[in-house]
């Protein structure tokens, strides 16, 4: 970052050049794709009409570029809601606006196919970074106009979604009812996917909660699409489904944009039908 001392209650450069991300204002984009895995980044960022790398620090990538002639970046968080909220507040600092997690999951239904997508509509906030931020009954839910987006993003590309509310975790072995080391297991791991069935929720991952919980704190648009790499119910396991994904992400942030433009073309704060008449 620098070795010229700065504040330690914000470590940022005199040019706001973030201690994590190393990026800067006029680095980034308005929405930004948000990947776990830093080389999803590359993959992200190969369907644009252009990028350039605009920073590469421990497990955080960002490219900037144009998809479609929507202006876009992507970004990845590597695994679990901590580095999330790293993420969303540096990106926040250099006024990013609208968030998408472009993902992977495991799903809790039967009917859900492995490569299928997932929209996530709201998290339970089995997390522990949400909770660094506000109390537990606060809602971690996306907002409607990713959600949209997200689902005429899947529309136009011919994919197969599903919608529902996730769960996330901050443990990939017991946190999400696998034995961990020598078959550790505790009695409240071994019930976890049969409660989160009857609640009627669609899949769990790790971020969702945090980036959805932030949102909602601090005002952005959020939302989340994740590939199903596994279904529980079933005990099957393939990576597939990862550049349908990825598709969808990239077309939701244009689809974003030309909600944008027809809210402020009717002068209007927020987007339905009626906007268009």
């Not at 470590?11 to 991300?21: G, I, K």
């Not at 979604?161 to 961990?180: E, K, N, V, W």
């Not at 073309?265 to 039908?273: E, F, I």
């Amino acid at each position: 970052m620098t070795d010229k001392k700065v504040s330690a209650r914000k470590p940022v450069t005199e040019d706001r050049r973030q201690y994590h991300l190393e990026v800067k204002e006029g680095d980034v984009a308005k929405t930004v794709l948000l990947p776990g895995d830093p080389q999803r980044v590359e993959r992200i960022s190969s369907l644009w009409d252009s990028f350039r790398e605009v920073a590469s620090h421990r497990q955080f990538v960002t490219h900037t570029g144009k998809y479609k002639g929507a202006d876009i970046s992507a970004c990845s968080t590597g695994i679990g809601g901590p580095g999330m909220a790293i993420v969303v507040e540096e990106l926040a600092n250099v006024n990013v606006e609208s968030f998408i997690r472009v993902g992977s999951c495991a799903t809790l239904k039967k009917d859900i196919r492995i490569g299928d997508l997932i929209i996530s509509t709201a998290a339970v906030r089995l997390d522990g970074t949400s909770q660094q931020y506000v109390r537990p009954e606060y809602p971690a839910s996306a907002s409607h106009e990713v959600v949209l987006a997200l689902i005429e993003a899947a529309e136009n590309l011919g994919l197969t979604y599903h919608l529902g509310i996730s769960a996330s975790t901050d443990s990939f072995y017991p946190g999400q009812s696998r034995p961990g080391y020598r078959g550790y297991f505790q009695s409240f791991s071994a019930t976890l996917i049969d409660d989160l069935q009857r609640a009627n929720v669609a899949n769990i991952e790790m971020e969702a909660a945090t980036l959805f919980t932030l949102g909602n704190i601090y005002g952005f648009r959020t939302g989340a699409v994740c590939a199903v790499y596994a279904n529980r119910v079933l005990d099957e396991f393939a990576v597939k489904g990862e550049m349908d994904v990825i598709r969808c992400g990239n077309e939701a942030v244009k689809v974003l944009g030309e909600i944008d433009d027809e809210k402020s073309a009717a002068g209007r704060d927020h987007w339905s039908r009626r906007v268009l008449s």
